[in-house]
Each structure stands twice: as structure tokens, then as C-alpha cells.
């Protein structure tokens, strides 16, 4: 009977949701389980996830104020680009305890892949357990609380529902004339609810419950005071509970941004079907984790694949007037970036979510034309439709390579033909516009967000190289034959550049930028004054160090012009993730990193200062290692980052490792997927021409694994690979024909191997297979 109660809808119906429960269970089971905190990371925030609402609070059920971008308001009840309220909490009373008492700290939090279940076990007689979700394109919450009564007698259970509103404009409001205004609050009578709206602006709230109420009370004085200019409303009901029974009590809040009359009827809506609508939650899941589903031998790097999938649907948005799009990341920055998603979104390709990655490519290209119309990408919108920043330069080379990535998985022609166009500006902007000095090597700030950083930087020269190779080949599929070979030129031109200009032999490594000795200088003095600000005695050594750096530089002649090391900054491994770079430079590289450059987690953000590391960051170096074919070393990055799965969220991966910043981040999966499918699974597609390469790796320790249902283009492919006996066992099936299917196996040339029972002997490494369903074995 456990967790039965996660999916009671209203009391008289328990047995159908006890049926329902059981049988979703079942289809998530083989995915992933429920993870719970073990009641130790109580004042960590986690995320009710949903595409048109979710709920942010921390782990002890509790709504405290947090966040930085709005201050203190990033938590509580959000339907971008409004907040709605502050919270909600629950008080309990009967005979035998007439003050009542709030339910203020959970015992225990579980993460569900659909919703959060809140554990009250400390309460005489009673064991209260809180379940909550957002239910699939509804802007709207619904709260489940069930009460078990384990005393001898049966018992009469009022509770008190508060809500405190606080419906405000998102980040990025006030600065462009939206100030938030006092919330206005009413009881409808006829309706049963209460409804809230903003003074001034039509953004509406209303919440009730599926019990008869009771009574009700506005501007009440509940346990905790929040920031902001809402107003509360409490709603009274009751239950009466036999003993060692069980009842629930629903609860729903929801909004719109046109009418009240609208967030009534999603109201209504939600209580009525909540059963159907947590089930297609749990449908949705399941449907995503099918995808690209992988079996493997190391269970926890299985799990923790499965987490971030799930973590990656947590993060999507539907926002009124612009699409679905993946936001960056939970609690500080849900809304839409350029340089996360050209990361994260290779990620969702390899688990086959083309839908999202098309519509938020496309979104951003709608937005950054609206907003700059010269190709260049934006860096961040917020909800609202503002732009923060118009972009960093590397954002535009990345995105660039982002589409390129989506038509080579997806094959779909339109989609490369609506962004085209853009694209060629982007291209223009990139390597006319930002390239003042005509070096090739494009000016202007990259994913590194150092003060003074603002030069010829290594990634982004590494992105602009990759973005031309990509664009020469869009012209190439649009007959546009001289603007491909001009890309394709400049694209060999640069990569030359990149490996003899940026490349430091004394170092073995990149260089962090080109450009000049004052530029150099002016770079070591922007990282004092940033660590001046961070004002830690600590910094003091790194200080001295950039103090040393700027007395070296200054003994170069006026004008010195070359690679030049301030940060080394984890993007200096850009030139072997793209596999750029010689073998002898790359391997000379990524040994040098490993060595020198990690802490506890994967490489540093600073190899310089030592302190940060990010899934991002390790996960690129997981990427740079199997480009190399060092798929060992590849995975030793990848269990860094699974070694962080649930340090501060159940089932989510910190943004900054191993436990601060975004609990839930979009880019992890990059680190993630890409290793798994395009370098250890071998998957190469080419979806619009039908064909694809299968090149797998086994790590070492590995003696079997299994991708199924991996999508490519409107193809899909099943690929197992086992040891057994000193042989190795290929087995792939397609489920189209006239596919151009291919597995390359590294030393395979001239060697013997049995297809289909035939007995083959190899002239190369390929094998092209010709059937939907092909045995390959090989001593």
C-alpha cells in the first residue's frame, strides 16, 4: 500500500487511483525510483516542475524568500512571467488540539519524476503526508494532502489552508516600466474560491479546494511573514477520518493573464481531472525515458542518465507568445540563453527530443533577429520578452553549430531553411563585424564572464572555425557552391591558426586568448579587480599571482602580439572537444588537465585559481576525451559528475559541483548524453541522407551494453554490444529499409568477422549492413 495516497484525487474514488498508482508504478519502475533526502538537506530549494507553472520551495515544506535576480521572489507559486504567490501552509486542529498546529517542517522530502511527495510522521496519531505536481500545459498547482488517523478512535480534522499572494512581474520587469503593485484579494461565495489580481495589471490568481469550505478569512496572520505586497486568504474545511483510515484533501491554485474568469475555470478544471492528469504526466515521462534508452553495466551512470533526462523535462517552458523552449536552469534562471541551450540541446538531440530542440532553436533565432537582426545570438531574455544581453560572440558561432547538430539527428530540411537565412548574417557578423583587426580570430567576450576578458578568446576562435565548417555545408545542401568553399577556406585557415597561434608548446596546452601585450595586461588587472570584489583573504595568493603576471608581460615590446595565458580557463580544451587538434597536441593537452587542472570534480574553471569546477565544465573535458578515442578517461569525467546526483535535490545534479548554484541545470546533460551515445554507442547521424555510422568504444571494465528506441531522423535503432568468450557481439536493427547503415570497428581491416552467419574477411573497418536486423561477431 505504500505512497497508495500520491494519487487520490478526492475521497470516493481512492480505489480507481489506488489502480492508477499501482499501474504507473509499474511503467517507471525499469527508469528510475522515487529518491528521498533522508529529512538531511531540509533547506535546500527543490522544484515542482511543470511547463506553464511550478512551485519552488525547500525541502522541509516550507516557502522561505530566496533567490537573487528578483530578491528574495525567485521561490514560491510562478506562471512566467508572473509570479503568483509566495507559498502556502497548513494548519491542523481537533478536539485534541483546539490552537492547532502548522504543519512547518517535513520530515522527510521524496523527488518524483511528476511531483514532490513532504512526510509529517512527528504528530500524535496522525501521519500527514503532502503530495504535490503541475500537471502538463495547465497554469496551474494542485496539492494533495493526506491524513492517516492511526488512533483508536476515528476523528474530525479541520484544516486551514493559507495562501500568501505575490503576484509580481518576473526579473527584468521594473527596469523596463513594469514595477510590481499591491495584490487585491476577494472571496467569491458563489464560486468558493478566493481570487487575487495585481492592482493594475491583468494577471490573476484564484485557489479553492475540492472539500466544502467551512469558512474563510482574508488578510490573515500566518506562521511566516514573506517579502512583497500580496495579501493571504485562508480556507477552512474538514474531514472526518475512521481509525487506521486514511482521506484526502485536495487543493488548487491557478492563474491567468487575461481574466479571472479564465484562472476559475482552469480551476475547475484541475480538481476535476487531476487523476487523468497526473497520469499523463507520468505517461509523458515514461515516453521520454523510452527514448534513447540505455542498459549498462555501471548502474549508477545509468540512473543518473535517467535523472538528468528527467531533469532536462523539468526545465521546459511554454511561454504565451513565444513556444516550448529548455530554460537554463532552477531556482536563478528559467528563462531562455543562447550559449546553455547550444550545449544542453546536443544533449537532447542524443536523447532523441528533436520537438524541443527545434522550437527553442527557432525561438531563439526569432528573438535575436527581433533584438539585434545582424545574426548575432542572444545571451539571456528573460519571460518578460527583454534581453539582458544581446550576446556574447562565441553564443552566435555556437548556435550555429547547435542547427547544424539538430539536421544532422533530426534531417529536416524546412527547419535548416527557416534559420538559414540568419545564419549566413551570423557568419557575416562573426568573421566581418566582430573581427576588426581581419586576424580571423572574432573580438568579444565567450562563455567565460571574466571582468576584462573582452579579446581574441580561444573559444571563441574554436566555435567561429566549427560554425564556418557547419555553414559551408548548409551552403553546399542549398547550392550556393562559392559561399560554401569561401566557408570552407576560411574554416581551414582558422583551424591552422588556432594550432599554431593559440598553441603554447613550453605550457602544452591552449591559450586562454591572442592579442596583445596590453591587452594581456589589461586581462590580469580585470581578474584582480574581480578578485578584489570577492573580498577573501584567500584570494590574496591569486592576486600576487596576476600582480606577477602583469610585471612578466610588461618586458614584452610595446604591441607584442601572441597567445597569451591569464585564467587558463577550462575552455582552453575547446580545440580537442571539436577534435581540432593534432593528436599529439590534444593528447599532450588532456593529460595536462587531468594532471594539473582538476580538483575533486573535474577540471577548474580557473586552473589558475582553483576553486570552481561545473558539470559543464567536466563535462566538456568527458567529451574532449572520447573525441580522442579515451573512453576510460572519458568516463572517469562522467562519474565525477554522476558522484554529484542528489548532493542538495533527490535526483538532480547541482549546476556548480558538488552541491551550489542551480539545483537543476539544463547543460548537465551534455556531459551526459553526448559521451553515452555519440562516442561510446559510436552513433554518427546523417539523418536527411539516410545514413548512419555505429563506431562503439567499451570502456575497459565493460562487458555488455544495450541503446534502444534511439531515434534518428524518422528512423529508429536498437544497438547491443556484449563480450562473451574472447568474441564480441554486434547486433543492430533499424526499423526503416533503405537506410544507409554502417558499424565501423577500429582494427577490423583485414581481420575475419562473421555477419548474418557469413563469414566476412575485412578490407576495411566498415561493414555496411544490410538487413533491419544484423549480427556482427568479432574475435
Known amino acids: 500500500m505504500k505512497n497508495i495516497y500520491l494519487f487520490v484525487a478526492i475521497t470516493g474514488i481512492s480505489f480507481i487511483c489506488c489502480q492508477l498508482k499501482s499501474e504507473k508504478e509499474d511503467t517507471l519502475t525499469p527508469y528510475v525510483k522515487e529518491i528521498g533526502n533522508k529529512g538531511k538537506t531540509k533547506e535546500k530549494p527543490y522544484l515542482t516542475a511543470g511547463d506553464k507553472a511550478y512551485i519552488i520551495g525547500t525541502q522541509d515544506g516550507l516557502f522561505p524568500d530566496m533567490g537573487g535576480h528578483v530578491r528574495g521572489e525567485m521561490g514560491g507559486i510562478w506562471m512566467h512571467p508572473v509570479k503568483l504567490a509566495d507559498g502556502f501552509w497548513m494548519k491542523i486542529s481537533d478536539e485534541s488540539m483546539t490552537d492547532g498546529i502548522w504543519l512547518m517542517e517535513a520530515d522527510e522530502y521524496i523527488t518524483y519524476p511528476h511531483g514532490n511527495e513532504f512526510l509529517y510522521n512527528n504528530l500524535k496519531d496522525l501521519q500527514i503526508k503532502r503530495f504535490q505536481f503541475a500537471p502538463n500545459q495547465e497554469k496551474g498547482i494542485i496539492i494533495n494532502y493526506t491524513i492517516r488517523n492511526t488512533s483508536t478512535e476515528a476523528r474530525n480534522i479541520t484544516l486551514d489552508f493559507m495562501v500568501k499572494t505575490d503576484i509580481s512581474p518576473v526579473w527584468f520587469s521594473k527596469e523596463n516600466g513594469i514595477p510590481d503593485y499591491p495584490d487585491q484579494i476577494i472571496w467569491d461565495s458563489s464560486s468558493q474560491l478566493f481570487s487575487a489580481r495585481d492592482s493594475l495589471y491583468d494577471w490573476y490568481m484564484v485557489w479553492g479546494t475540492d472539500h466544502p469550505v467551512l469558512s474563510y478569512e482574508k488578510d490573515c496572520k500566518g506562521p511566516v511573514e514573506t517579502l512583497g505586497q500580496g495579501k493571504s486568504g485562508l480556507i477552512r474545511t474538514s474531514v472526518e477520518i475512521p481509525s487506521g483510515k486514511e482521506k484526502t484533501v485536495s487543493f488548487v491554485l491557478s492563474g491567468s493573464q487575461t481574466s479571472n474568469e479564465d ?3 482552469i480551476n475547475r478544471r484541475l480538481l476535476k481531472e487531476q487523476e487523468k492528469m497526473i497520469s499523463e504526466k507520468q505517461t509523458s515521462i515514461s515516453d521520454l525515458l523510452k527514448l534513447s534508452r540505455i542498459t549498462l553495466p555501471d548502474k549508477h551512470l545509468e540512473t543518473t542518465y535517467n535523472w538528468v533526462k528527467i531533469n532536462t523535462r523539468w526545465l521546459e517552458m511554454d511561454l504565451d507568445g513565444f513556444g516550448r523552449f529548455l530554460g537554463a536552469g532552477a531556482i536563478e534562471y528559467p528563462w531562455l540563453f543562447g550559449c546553455d541551450n547550444s550545449y544542453a540541446l546536443q544533449g537532447v538531440l542524443a536523447t532523441g527530443d528533436f ?5 527553442t532553436l527557432t525561438i531563439l533565432k526569432n528573438v535575436s533577429e527581433k533584438e539585434n537582426g545582424n545574426g548575432r545570438i542572444i545571451h539571456e531574455m528573460s ?7 544581446k550576446g556574447n560572440t562565441q553564443e552566435t558561432a555556437h548556435f550555429i553549430i547547435a542547427v547544424w547538430k539538430a539536421f ?9 531553411q527557416d534559420l538559414y537565412p540568419y545564419i549566413k548574417k551570423g557568419i557575416q557578423w562573426l568573421t566581418v563585424d566582430m573581427d576588426t583587426n581581419k586576424n580571423l580570430f572574432p573580438e568579444g567576450y565567450g562563455i567565460m564572464e571574466v571582468r576584462g576578458l573582452n579579446a581574441e578568446l580561444i573559444d571563441v576562435s574554436v566555435y567561429t572555425q566549427q560554425a564556418l565548417e557547419a555553414a559551408s555545408c548548409m551552403a553546399d545542401l542549398f547550392r550556393e557552391a562559392d559561399l560554401s568553399n569561401e566557408y570552407a577556406a576560411k574554416a581551414a585557415i582558422l583551424k591552422d591558426k588556432i594550432n599554431t597561434e593559440f598553441w603554447n608548446e613550453e605550457e602544452g596546452i591552449y591559450c586562454d586568448f591572442f592579442g596583445t601585450k596590453e591587452q594581456a595586461i589589461s586581462v590580469a588587472e580585470g581578474a584582480i579587480e574581480q578578485l578584489r570584489l570577492g573580498r577573501s583573504s584567500a584570494n590574496d595568493d591569486n592576486i600576487r599571482f596576476y600582480e606577477a603576471l602583469i610585471s612578466k608581460f610588461t618586458l614584452f615590446p610595446a604591441g607584442a602580439q601572441r597567445g597569451w595565458f591569464t585564467n587558463k580557463n577550462w ?5 580537442i572537444e571539436t ?9 599532450r593537452s588532456l593529460d595536462k588537465i587531468r594532471n594539473e587542472h582538476c580538483g575533486e570534480y573535474g577540471p577548474y574553471l580557473s586552473a589558475v585559481e582553483k576553486k570552481q569546477m561545473m558539470t559543464i565544465s567536466t563535462g566538456v573535458q568527458a567529451v574532449s576525451e572520447a573525441q580522442y578515442g579515451r573512453i576510460n578517461e572519458c568516463l572517469w569525467y562522467m562519474n565525477k559528475i554522476t558522484s554529484t546526483l542528489s548532493r542538495t535535490l533527490p535526483g538532480s545534479i547541482n549546476e556548480m559541483m558538488p552541491d551550489y548554484g542551480c539545483p537543476v541545470q539544463a547543460w548537465t546533460i551534455y556531459g551526459l548524453a553526448v559521451p553515452i551515445i555519440t562516442h561510446i554507442f559510436g552513433i554518427t547521424p546523417d539523418a536527411y541522407n539516410k545514413k548512419v555510422v555505429i563506431s562503439p568504444s567499451l570502456p575497459a571494465s565493460w562487458e555488455e551494453m544495450k541503446l534502444e528506441n534511439q531515434r534518428i531522423g524518422s528512423n529508429s535503432y536498437d544497438i547491443h554490444i556484449s563480450k562473451r568468450n574472447g568474441k564480441t557481439i554486434y547486433v543492430v536493427k533499424s526499423q526503416e529499409k533503405d537506410w544507409n547503415n554502417i558499424i565501423r570497428i577500429k582494427g577490423l581491416s583485414g581481420k575475419t568477422y562473421e555477419l548474418n ?3 566476412i574477411k575485412a578490407t576495411t573497418d566498415d561493414i555496411v549492413l544490410t538487413e533491419l536486423e544484423n549480427r556482427i561477431q568479432f574475435n
Open 571 to 575: 575552455v582552453i580544451n575547446t580545440p
Open 408 to 416: 544532422l539527428w533530426t534531417g529536416d530540411i524546412e527547419f535548416l
Open 383 to 389: 519571460t518578460n520578452g527583454y534581453v539582458y544581453n
Open 579 to 587: 577534435a581540432i587538434a593534432p593528436v599529439d597536441k590534444a593528447i
Open 757 to 759: 552467419g557469413k563469414t
Open 263 to 265: 484562472a476559475v475555470s
Open 355 to 359: 520537438e524541443l530542440v527545434k522550437s
